[in-house]
């Protein structure tokens, strides 16, 4: 079969990396701006988590499709990096980066450490298993009061440290991602000055800003 073929092909294992990557990239911008509202009050911010909580079957279905999405995605990596390394088994005697970009080289360990975030996230926020943060008195995890949660959660410098420096990595990833996948899958034509270069840095930063901005403004006391 045709699509049996593709998967077993290196391209088509890019293909895969590139669509479920998008899909990732569409997740996260939804959720960054979804998490502004924090600005807007702890009504907007718990009316819009109860929100999506009501929409029961279809919550649950974004949440397969984005677990799919990542679990692909990280298969592949993990494939396509098998793959270069035992075509390369023993590495460069000298390597001197010529075209490269910082964001192309992290790829690989960036990702892991945007996996190790992802599944520290959510035993923060979703599951609270890692909550009430030590030095916050009082602070307890409330399935409902997620505006407190992250009050409460961003008080801690060294969280807001992981969370920091974990949407730089972020940043990286996307900016990489967001134009390699265009190219995978052939959407553009090879050019001096790529459009799709642009708009990736645009979303990297815009990501990037909307994300940090929150647990930053918690901390400095904009948002309490
Ligand atoms: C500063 C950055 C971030 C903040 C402040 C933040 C905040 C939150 C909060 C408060 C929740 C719980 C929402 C609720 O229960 O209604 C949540 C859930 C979640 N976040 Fe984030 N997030 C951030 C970055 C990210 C990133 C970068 C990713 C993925 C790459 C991510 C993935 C998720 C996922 C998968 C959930 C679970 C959604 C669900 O319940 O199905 N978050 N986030």
Do not use: C
Not at 33 to 41: I, V
Not at 194 to 218: D, N, Q, S, Y
């Amino acid at each position: 079969m045709w699509l049996l073929t593709l998967y077993r092909s290196t391209i088509g294992k890019k293909v895969i990396m590139a669509v479920t990557g998008l899909m990732l990239v569409g997740f996260v911008i939804v959720h960054m701006a979804g998490n502004l509202q924090a600005f807007l009050g702890a009504n907007k911010l718990n009316g819009y988590s109860a929100f999506l909580k009501s929409t029961g079957e279809l919550l649950w279905l974004a949440r397969l499709g984005l677990l799919a999405a990542l679990i692909a995605h990280v298969t592949m990596a993990l494939q396509l990096t098998q793959i270069a390394r035992r075509a390369r088994p023993t590495g460069y005697a000298k390597r001197i980066p010529q075209v490269s970009t910082l964001a192309s080289r992290s790829m690989r360990w960036g990702g892991v450490l945007l996996l190790v975030f992802i599944v520290f996230h959510l035993l923060h926020f979703t599951t609270g298993t890692i909550f009430p943060m030590a030095s916050v008195p009082g602070a307890a995890f409330s399935e409902t009061d997620v505006y407190d949660n992250v009050i409460s959660a961003f008080r801690t410098p060294w969280v807001v440290l992981v969370y920091v420096v974990a949407m730089f990595f972020l940043m990286l990833h996307l900016f990489h991602g967001a134009w390699s996948s265009v190219r995978t899958l052939g959407l553009t034509k090879p050019t001096p000055r790529p459009l799709e270069r642009k708009i990736a840095t645009a979303i990297a930063l815009v990501v990037w800003l909307g994300f940090t901005v929150v647990p930053v403004a918690v901390f400095f006391g904009v948002i309490r």
